[in-house]
């Protein structure tokens, strides 16, 4: 029987997932983000619930291989390691394109060169991006919407946070999930899914930075 | 050493020799859009790349044979008082080999994808807007792949029979060998195999094991007919 077939028999969609805000997070254990709301909302287009379970990238794509769950997500690009090979799942098309760009505090001169600058970030991933890219100096802030620096975010989280952004942009990041290795007909439900909601993935990011 | 006169086909023969590089010039353009085409939908499927890595060695028997037929005009010599009519000879052994590298290739995957059971993964692209299944598109392509191929391969035998061609004829031959010998027992295996490539978990021998036996039937059947009409 075939992951689609089994997840509508069965009433039950098992989700593993890697905790990667704002795509997958952990809120008093419960699971929240944008690639969870997206695909609770994939489960009840199924007729089935959603059931998340946590774990690191290595354990996920093992687990997946074993067919022991039917899709995995945190916050995954075409290019995260694991992922991009394609040995132990496989991979959907990608369903969303950000790019990270670095903005100013309210009041302060914008630039277009950063390097040997002072730049906040949130996670470590974006720091080595920032510092091969742009050859700035990265610094891991707990909160960077409060930041009294320059800070690399999303377009829209400088918006909401009233940061001005400068003309320093980081690579496309091509955002996908992975799925068990040759569950075609899954994989063919799951991207047509998430290529028809592709504005609801854009509109739940752009909610995430209020 | 006495040069020997100059010789060239009767004009019958002329006239075959002509048809005979038409066609091969239709299929060397042909088989470059096969090969172009594929490289744009190979995906992630090992199956896929071996079908373009075949299409690619079949580039060589048409070129050698163009190759050869204008060397063989080339007239006697000092050097080559015979002339030069052996270059079908080479010819046919570069052809030869290029379809043996393809036998071996075929025979190598298809073992390899008994073993481990290789069910690819297959998404969807979007054309035009539309979401559409990677594995129709290359199903597509492959029939493209094949059916003109075989057309061509139909002209060409009897020419190459008239003409005693066998480079020509080596050429001719693989492409409708392919279809006549392996597609009948193929059918089956290959509807099933679309239908398990939509979606299934490929664990567990038992549903596999008539897939397997007419896959194991198709290349022995492949490989008999290869060593009998090139040897």
Redesign the interface.
Known sequence: ?????QVQKSGTMRVGMAVNDPWTRIDEAEASGVEVELLRSFAEELGAEAVFAQGTVPELLEAAKQ?EVDVVVGGFTDASPGVRE?QEA????PYLTTRFVVGVPPGRPTFDDPSGKKVAVASVGRSAALRREEGAIPVPVKDISSADMPVVAYPWQLEAWGFEPTGVELPEEKHVMA??????????RL??FL?THRDEAKRLLWEEAR | MKVRKPYDLPPEQQRERDRAKRLEWTTIGYQVSVVVLLAFVLG?SQAMKVAWADDLLSLIPPIAFLLAIRIERRLPNERFPYGYFRSISIGFLCASLALFAVGVSLFVDSVAKLVTLE????????IFGW?V?L?WVMIAALVYSIIPAFVLGRKKLPIAQRLHNKVLYADAAHTLQLPRQCAPPGYPTLLREIVA???????GLATNSQTLNSSLFSLVSLLTVRTVKYN
Not at chain 1, 1 to 5: F, I, R
Not at chain 1, 90 to 93: A, K, L, N
Not at chain 1, 179 to 188: A, K, M
Not at chain 2, 119 to 126: A, D, N, R
């Open positions: 029987m075939g992951t689609l077939e067919g394609q496989g991979m959907t098309r799925v068990p290795l040759g569950e075609n007909g899954w994989l063919v991207e047509r290529y | 992630q069910h690819p993964t297959i998404g969807t692209i979007s979401q299944w594995g490539l939509k979606d299934a978990r490929p664990y």
